[in-house]
T-cell receptor
Framework: GDSVTQMEGPVTLSEEAFLTINCTYT??????LFWYVQYPGEGLQLLLK?????DKGSNKGFEATYRKETTSFHLEKGSVQVSDSAVYFC???????????FGKGTTLSVSS | GAVVSQHPSWVICKSGTSVKIECRSL??????MFWYRQFPKQSLMLMAT?????????EQGVEKDKFLINHASLTLSTLTVTSAHPEDSSFYIC???????????FGQGTRLTVV
């Protein structure tokens, strides 16, 4: 079945450092890809998404490009802030109305 | 994006009692809602799919009689943890897809602690 693999954390960075969180997927079709963020004690918020190959999702300085050839959707940010400290989940959807399949999550900790 | 409201945000209950968690779609109609469980420092595991007007579909290994799901209307799905035990302590999150969008919109989550 479909699956999502993302890099193990925790990732610890200093403020203004460059961030990359790797995510690869396995799917039989052409899934939509997402990054969700979870702040401590809260639910999940959609950070960005891409619905087809070569699409780039972006939001709040974060970016991820849907790479079909490498089945990847790596999350990047050029300059992280302390407020970016959270758990980041990569996920895929096989279509509208279907449950998301999540990676295990990567904890990001940014210090000033 | 669409709004999903989940209540309560946290609850502490005694072993053997039941707890009901509500999940409401505030600005869209949801014929389907998903219930996830999240263990500490782990990912979200799909427990069941809630279908309006019909029985829920449970994932393998999830006890139907322990985790009762009711989807009585297009805006409300409930999860009842029956005869709760300490091992049921977890973070439960509901989500609803909206129309033709592929992304899901999540409730705030419920932290259940069984003592």
């Amino acid at each position: 079945g479909d699956s999502v693999t993302q890099m193990e954390g925790p990732v610890t960075l200093s403020e203004e450092a460059f961030l990359t969180i790797n995510c690869t997927y396995t799917a039989t079709g052409y899934p939509s890809l997402f990054w969700y963020v979870q702040y401590p004690g809260e639910g999940l918020q959609l950070l960005l998404k891409a619905t087809k190959a070569d699409d780039k999702g972006s939001n709040k300085g974060f970016e991820a490009t849907y790479r079909k050839e490498t089945t990847s959707f790596h999350l990047e940010k050029g300059s992280v802030q302390v407020s970016d400290s959270a758990v980041y989940f990569c996920a895929l959807s096989d279509g509208a109305g279907t449950a998301l399949i999540f990676g295990k999550g990567t904890t990001l900790s940014v210090s000033s | 994006g669409a709004v999903v409201s989940q209540h309560p945000s946290w609850v502490i209950c005694k072993s053997g009692t039941s707890v009901k968690i509500e999940c409401r779609s505030l600005d869209f109609q949801a014929t389907t809602m998903f219930w996830y469980r999240q263990f500490p420092k782990q990912s979200l595991m799909l427990m069941a799919t809630s279908n309006e007007g019909s029985k829920a579909t449970y994932e393998q290994g999830v006890e139907k009689d322990k985790f009762l799901i009711n989807h009585a209307s297009l805006t409300l799905s409930t999860l009842t943890v029956t005869s709760a035990h300490p091992e049921d302590s977890s973070f439960y999150i509901c989500s609803g897809p909206e129309g033709k969008n592929t992304e899901a919109f999540f409730g705030q989550g419920t932290r259940l602690t069984v003592v």
